[in-house]
């Protein structure tokens, strides 16, 4: 290993990275695979099930440093350990298991499951927005309605909506623009919470 690049900075070989020189994610890598791998061992305690979480774990890694969603706050390995958590937390959702929390000082079994009932509220809010937004649209006018099904239902683009719906694609986005400012007034009308 190059001794310049492993005396970088989290975020000088992030930057390194995304500019094209793979081998500095290496050494990220390198620098805290058995910390990421030690935490999510101790708590999930089967080594299938914690090689999953890891690889799961890197990819999103991977996924959200190449997406450019990545802020470099010089807190790399926080942001990692809390991507970890989060599956591990999925983990145990989706299986209906109650993790055995490892004796730690640095994580508290009352932190832990605090976060499990933070993970279960943003799930009843999305839910929860979820239906409201179905709600809505179905008070749209028929035409803005068809747009927004194709779109965030359909994952159509708008060329794809405009070939559908008999219409120029600056006709399916002036729809769009307007059944958004519709769904806003209407949620304000309703008193119901949603993002757009």
């Known amino acids: 290993m190059d001794v310049a690049i492993d005396k970088l900075s989290d975020n000088e070989l992030i930057q390194k990275?995304?500019?094209g020189d793979y081998s500095c994610f290496e050494v990220l890598f390198a620098r805290y695979q058995t910390k990421v791998y030690g935490y999510i061992f101790s708590v999930v305690k089967e080594k299938e099930t914690a090689d999953d979480i890891f690889?799961?774990?890197?990819?999103?890694?991977?996924?959200?440093?190449?997406?450019?969603?990545?802020?470099?706050e010089n807190k790399f390995i926080h942001w990692v350990m809390r991507i970890a958590h989060n599956l591990i937390v999925d983990y145990f959702r989706r299986n209906n298991k109650i993790p055995i929390v490892?004796?730690?000082?640095?994580?508290?079994?009352?932190?832990?499951?605090?976060?499990?009932?933070?993970?279960?509220?943003?799930?009843?809010?999305?839910?929860?927005?979820?239906?409201?937004?179905?709600?809505l649209v179905k008070m749209l006018p028929p035409e803005q309605r068809r747009v927004v099904i194709l779109r965030h239902y359909g994952k159509c683009d708008f060329k794809d909506i405009a070939a559908k719906t008999g219409?120029?694609?600056n006709t399916a986005l002036g729809r769009m623009r307007y059944a958004i400012i519709n769904l806003r007034r209407l949620a304000k009308e309703n008193n119901m919470s949603i993002e757009l």
Not at 125 to 134: G, H, L, P
Request: hydrophobic share 30%; proline share 3%.
């Open 17 to 19: 990275y995304r500019d």
């Open 55 to 72: 690889q799961d774990t890197f990819f999103k890694v991977i996924m959200t440093i190449n997406s450019g969603l990545y802020k470099d």
């Open 102 to 135: 490892p004796n730690r000082p640095d994580l508290e079994i009352v932190e832990t499951f605090r976060l499990q009932d933070e993970n279960a509220e943003r799930d009843i809010i999305r839910k929860q927005t979820s239906q409201n937004v179905r709600k």
């Open 167 to 169: 219409v120029s694609i």
